[in-house]
């Protein structure tokens, strides 16, 4: 089984976030650069299929205009994939957060026949600390 999770633009960290984490303003356009590697994800789904093996693209999501990027943006550009391949995780680090965001991708992977991954880390350790 080959995972594999796509950053959406929504995972660009904020200036905010980098600031107040003393991280370079750099690591903005580092990351936007390379966290839309098509060819390389394509890659994987072709050696998947050659190999006879099972993989799976997982996209943290919060609301419908993620799902249009993942179509738009990416699936649009990749071959050899199908609906049952592609994971919808809800975005949260704490149950406050999943306990709206679950819903809300519930809902989507029903209407766009993508499949639901829970934050199962999330609800059995909690969220918010480093290791979960």
Same mark, same amino acid.
């Given at each position: 089984?080959? $995972?594999?999770?796509?950053?959406? =633009?929504?995972?660009?960290? $904020?200036?905010?976030? #980098?600031?107040? !984490?003393? #991280?370079?303003?750099?690591? *903005?356009?580092?990351?936007?650069?390379? &966290? &839309?590697? +098509? !060819?390389?994800? *394509?890659?994987?789904? %072709?050696?998947? &299929?050659?190999? =006879?093996? /099972?993989? *799976?693209? =997982?996209?943290?999501? $919060?609301?419908? /205009? /993620?799902?249009?990027?993942?179509?738009? %943006?990416?699936? @649009?550009?990749?071959?050899?994939?199908?609906?049952? %391949?592609?994971?919808?995780?809800?975005?949260?680090?704490?149950? @406050?957060?999943?306990?709206? !965001?679950?819903? +809300?991708?519930?809902?989507?992977?029903?209407?766009?026949?993508?499949?639901?991954?829970? &934050?199962?880390?999330? %609800?059995?350790?909690?969220?918010? =600390?480093?290791?979960?």
């Amino acid at each position: 089984m080959i $995972s594999m999770s796509p950053k959406l =633009k929504s995972s660009t960290p $904020s200036t905010k976030i #980098l600031v107040e !984490n003393n #991280l370079n303003i750099k690591w *903005q356009d580092k990351h936007e650069k390379i &966290r &839309r590697s +098509i !060819n390389v994800i *394509q890659s994987f789904i %072709d050696g998947a &299929r050659i190999n =006879k093996k /099972d993989f *799976q693209l =997982k996209f943290v999501v $919060s609301s419908e /205009d /993620d799902v249009r990027e993942i179509k738009e %943006d990416w699936l @649009e550009y990749l071959t050899g994939w199908s609906p049952l %391949d592609i994971l919808l995780m809800p975005e949260g680090i704490n149950e @406050e957060q999943l306990k709206i !965001n679950n819903k +809300i991708v519930a809902r989507l992977s029903v209407k766009y026949g993508f499949r639901f991954c829970p &934050r199962l880390h999330i %609800d059995i350790f909690g969220g918010a =600390k480093k290791g979960v």
